[in-house]
Nanobody
Framework: QLQLIESEGGLVQAGGSLTLSCAAS????????MGWFRQAPRKEREFVGIVLWTRGTTYYADSVKGRFTISRDNAENTAYLQMNSLKPEDTAVYYC???????????????????WGQGTQVTVSS
């Protein structure tokens, strides 16, 4: 079992930055890849990015590549989503999620994620 608790989001002006954290309970945190998803109003939840369990390898959706950075601190059982150059279209509820090791080389399938955070609202004003 893994419980994920996200930090509070917030309201940010366009062009600004915000960092979300995702604290995990449980001693097996390092076993999981940690992903981030988001859901904008009236849209389906979408993949943002993921940090794998070894070497900290990351993958990102094209919409955030170059602006968002995902990292993890296994000693602190925490994953991070650093968001820079925010745009109004980044407004969404953001979720962290834990994914068990898998041979799949794609990371955007929600069904592959076993545990989810509660979600936190990020609003970017223009």
């Amino acid at each position: 079992q893994l419980q994920l608790i996200e930090s509070e989001g917030g309201l940010v002006q366009a062009g600004g930055s915000l960092t979300l954290s995702c604290a995990a309970s449980g001693r097996t945190f390092s076993t999981y890849a940690m992903g981030w998803f988001r859901q904008a109003p009236r849209k389906e939840r979408e993949f943002v990015g993921i940090v794998l369990w070894t070497r900290g390898t990351t993958y990102y959706a094209d919409s955030v590549k170059g602006r968002f950075t995902i990292s993890r601190d296994n000693a602190e059982n925490t994953a991070y989503l650093q968001m820079n150059s925010l745009k109004p279209e980044d407004t969404a509820v953001y979720y962290c999620a834990a994914r068990l090791p898998s041979l799949k080389r794609t990371y955007d399938d929600e069904s592959d994620y076993a545990y989810w955070g509660q979600g936190t609202q990020v609003t970017v004003s223009s």
